[in-house]
């Protein structure tokens, strides 16, 4: 009996091990616009030689590519997807932090813009490196960093099968952004990014998208809004404030795993 539950822990921390085996969480590293720049990327094995969606999540202002991951850790979702976690530089805050101390993302739509010049630079090492998947890659960010998501889809838009930005807002570039999916994430006591300025932002792009007028409900706070575009999307409304609720995942891989 003893030599039986030895074999049976000894299989177990192989499979354990085999499990493990088939993902890597690596630091990538660049210098961009004489910056170094660095993110954090959960990579399935099998991306070598299988083509793969890739996910690019952006960290809020005053956050890192460490912490959004361990907020996040979608691959528990979605194994099979890259994800991709940019560390963002000091940067002066939208509603706080004017003098730039803490890490953060440009949203200024100029091509010269070091987090875009970053993020092209990204992109281009996952595509040489990897098998990707050109038509499932995706964007998600929360507060200054679903600000950057929003410019992304602004001025990268081509690239994107659709976005999930979360606590975040959108005024100057609306105009840019053609049709495209998208999941957006509100807190309805946000004290720091209004929830009336979300609103602005996802009724406009509601209506570019030509969703209907009433969403169909997902769960207790989502509500799936069907296009005749074929441009569905999603708001995700629940009670609370500026912190993103953990709960959400999984409508939100869900709705980058429906493409």
Same mark, same amino acid.
Not at 38 to 60: C, D, E, Q, R
Not at 175 to 185: C, E, N, Q, R, T
Not at 205 to 211: A, D, I, T
């Given at each position: 009996?003893?030599?039986?539950?030895?074999?049976?822990?000894?299989?177990?921390?192989?499979?354990?091990?085999?499990?493990?085996?088939?993902?890597?969480?690596?630091?990538?590293?660049?210098?961009?616009?004489?910056?170094?720049?660095?993110?954090?990327?959960?990579?399935?094995?099998?991306?070598?030689?299988?083509?793969?969606? +890739?996910?690019?999540?952006?960290?809020?202002?005053?956050?890192?590519?460490?912490?959004?991951?361990?907020?996040?850790?979608?691959?528990?979702?979605?194994?099979?997807?890259? %994800?991709? %976690?940019?560390?963002?530089?000091?940067?002066?805050?939208?509603?706080?932090?004017?003098?730039?101390?803490?890490?953060?993302?440009?949203?200024?739509?100029?091509?010269?813009?070091?987090?875009?010049?970053?993020?092209?630079?990204?992109?281009? %090492?996952?595509?040489?490196? %990897? /098998?990707?998947?050109?038509?499932?890659?995706?964007?998600?960010?929360?507060?200054?960093?679903?600000?950057?998501?929003?410019?992304?889809?602004?001025?990268?838009?081509?690239?994107?099968?659709?976005?999930?930005?979360?606590?975040?807002?959108?005024?100057?570039?609306?105009?840019?952004?053609?049709?495209?999916?998208?999941?957006?994430?509100?807190?309805?006591?946000?004290?720091?990014?209004?929830?009336?300025?979300?609103?602005?932002?996802?009724?406009?792009?509601?209506?570019?998208?030509?969703?209907?007028?009433?969403?169909?409900?997902?769960?207790?706070?989502?509500?799936?809004?069907?296009?005749?575009?074929?441009?569905?999307?999603?708001?995700?409304?629940?009670?609370?404030?500026?912190?993103?609720? /953990?709960?959400?995942?999984? +409508?939100?891989?869900?709705?980058?795993?429906?493409?």
């Amino acid at each position: 009996m003893m030599l039986k539950k030895l074999l049976l822990l000894i299989i177990g921390l192989c499979l354990m091990h085999d499990t493990s085996a088939q993902v890597q969480l690596q630091t990538l590293e660049f210098t961009v616009a004489q910056q170094q720049r660095k993110a954090l990327a959960y990579i399935p094995a099998s991306a070598k030689n299988k083509v793969t969606p +890739v996910v690019f999540a952006f960290h809020g202002h005053g956050g890192t590519m460490n912490h959004a991951y361990q907020g996040r850790k979608f691959e528990q979702l979605w194994a099979d997807a890259i %994800y991709i %976690y940019p560390q963002g530089l000091p940067t002066p805050g939208q509603i706080t932090d004017k003098e730039g101390k803490k890490n953060g993302w440009l949203v200024d739509p100029q091509e010269q813009n070091r987090d875009l010049i970053f993020f092209d630079t990204l992109l281009a %090492y996952i595509k040489k490196e %990897y /098998q990707v998947d050109t038509d499932r890659i995706f964007a998600t960010g929360h507060s200054n960093g679903g600000s950057f998501t929003y410019l992304l889809w602004a001025t990268r838009g081509d690239i994107f099968k659709a976005f999930a930005p979360t606590g975040a807002a959108a005024f100057k570039t609306l105009h840019l952004m053609k049709p495209k999916p998208f999941f957006h994430l509100v807190g309805e006591k946000d004290p720091l990014v209004k929830p009336a300025w979300q609103k602005i932002t996802y009724q406009a792009l509601l209506k570019k998208n030509k969703c209907e007028a009433v969403g169909k409900k997902i769960n207790e706070f989502a509500r799936l809004y069907p296009s005749s575009s074929g441009n569905n999307s999603i708001i995700y409304s629940y009670p609370g404030g500026h912190e993103y609720p /953990q709960e959400a995942n999984e +409508v939100l891989i869900d709705f980058f795993k429906s493409f």
